[in-house]
């Protein structure tokens, strides 16, 4: 895999279809990085595995009730630019975003063993400089 310089980067967390009445579930992450089972311990079959910034924050999957409650639990310890994919996510109380972004900007004590790591910065012959008059 080719890494975009200078970009924030963590294990990625993968979304988990089933059939229509199956709620959806997590993989990947730090919670499941060999995506061997889904994050709240589920066999994963034959399911389809999307990559979570193509589904997570599109129309149609914003109503909590259509996710694994289990599986968005262990999601709030994984790092903060997956987090912020499923921040459209729709509870009573407010937003994934609300609930379990918003406060891990404040960063709490217990996200401090997931560390923020960014890859390395490009070549300066690669900066894109802004071109002024
Ligand atoms: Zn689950």
Redesign the pocket.
């Known amino acids: 895999m080719t890494l975009t310089r200078n970009e924030l980067t963590g294990p990625r967390v993968f979304v988990v279809l089933g059939g229509k009445k199956e709620?959806i579930?997590?993989t990947g992450g730090h919670a499941k990085p060999e995506k061997d089972t889904?994050?709240?311990g589920?066999e994963l079959g034959n399911r389809i595995i999307v990559d979570a910034r193509d589904i997570a924050p599109r129309e149609g999957y914003q109503g909590s009730s259509v996710w694994?409650k289990?599986?968005l639990g262990i999601l709030e310890n994984e790092g903060l630019d997956q987090k912020v994919l499923f921040t459209s996510i729709q509870f009573k109380s407010g937003t994934f975003g609300d609930l379990c972004v918003i406060p891990h900007l404040g960063r709490q004590k217990k996200f401090n063993k997931y560390p923020l790591h960014l890859t390395p910065v490009p070549e300066e012959s690669e900066w894109r400089i802004l071109e002024c008059d």
Do not use: F, I, N, T
């Open positions: 709620k579930h997590l889904s994050m709240c589920r694994c289990q599986c």
